[in-house]
């Protein structure tokens, strides 16, 4: 692996490497009817209601579509996603927003930079109301910009000297990954505050990442972060395991201790539940959507017996009710 910054940039990006898992097609025992996973191209949006298991496509797109970062607007009718479109470099990735009602796609960016991990503002949705924060390479490494939620208005708002990512949003918060460790800083601006200190913080070995936290998420008040540590990197998927820790710093809690290679944990609106991706289980590749408590409790995998072999999950988020899951998915072609 090639380790210069770009590379290191991109990595901090996402967990894990990209394998799937073993599945099969299944019949309900009570309706007889086949379920199915929609097909159109080789990426899409899905909504997965938790309670029939029923699978829907909101958005399909033959190219990528950026599998980390899929955020729904607190009044529960936006999703902001990134995809690349007019070609297949980092420049060519680009913000865009879709309704999940009416399915109306909007581009929210459109230059020729890597803009990509777009996080709502709180309260932030409809076209004329809130903001998104983003990643922007624009200039010597990745920082934090800002735009209106139609897209004008964009500027920086906050560069550390080094790559920013892994952005996410609520109350007056909001989280970054920074130097392998997670970062705070107010919506109004001014200094970062470092709130964890992994350790081994850097130290790299046989993973895709080295050592450190990855990919925080605030609870809906703001005042809480979930979390993923590598703390295996002897193990080329990475082995992490999920935290949470307080705002300020304080009570940083272990919620697992699988080492698998797993992460992009998202909170239900309750904030009594988690969602997530597991790449892999000791070298087996998975990709599925588990779910547990805030607590770490009830651990289990929510992903349909009928989803197929080549068809593997990313990044969940809970529908406003939390009774369905939006998440990104990918037909796999070798």
Avoid at 17 to 24: A, D, K, M, T, V
Avoid at 71 to 84: I, P
Avoid at 85 to 90: P, W
């Amino acid at each position: 692996m090639r380790r210069n910054k770009a590379k290191q940039a991109i990595a901090l990006l996402a967990a894990a490497i990209i394998l799937f898992s073993s599945g099969c097609s299944v019949i309900s025992a009570t309706s007889q009817v086949k379920k199915e996973v929609p097909r159109a191209n080789k990426w899409g949006i899905y909504k997965l209601d938790i309670g029939t298991r029923d699978t829907t496509l909101i958005y399909s797109y033959p190219y990528e579509i950026f599998s980390s970062a899929l955020r729904l607007s607190e009044d529960g009718k936006t999703l902001v996603f990134a995809q690349k479109t007019g070609g297949q470099t980092d420049n060519h990735t680009e913000i865009f927003s879709i309704n999940v009602d009416d399915h109306t796609l909007k581009r929210l960016t459109n230059n020729n930079f890597f803009d990509l991990y777009p996080a709502w503002s709180p309260g932030g949705g409809s076209p004329d109301d809130g903001r998104i924060a983003f990643l922007s390479w624009r200039e010597k490494d990745l920082d934090i910009y800002m735009m209106d939620a139609d897209g004008d208005n964009v500027h920086k708002f906050y560069d550390s000297g080094d790559h920013d990512a892994d952005i996410d949003w609520a109350g007056d918060n909001i989280v970054f990954t920074a130097q392998f460790a997670i970062w705070r800083i107010s919506e109004s601006g001014g200094q970062a505050v470092q709130i964890t200190n992994p350790p081994d913080r850097g130290k790299w070995g046989k993973a895709n990442l080295p050592a450190g936290d990855y990919d925080p998420r605030l609870s809906p008040d703001g005042k809480r972060v979930i979390f993923e540590r590598l703390e295996n990197t002897g193990d080329i998927h990475g082995g992490y395991n999920f935290f949470t820790i307080n705002t300020d710093g304080t009570n940083e809690t272990r919620l697992t201790s699988n080492y698998y290679a797993q992460g992009l944990a998202s909170w239900s609106n309750s904030g009594k539940s988690l969602v997530y991706t597991i790449a892999a289980i000791n070298g087996e590749g998975k990709y599925d959507i588990y779910m547990m408590n805030a607590d770490g409790g009830d651990n289990h995998n929510i992903t349909p017996d009928y989803f197929p072999p080549d068809f593997l999950c990313y990044t969940s988020v809970f529908s406003e009710d939390d009774t369905a899951i939006y998440f990104i998915g990918q037909w796999w072609e070798n």
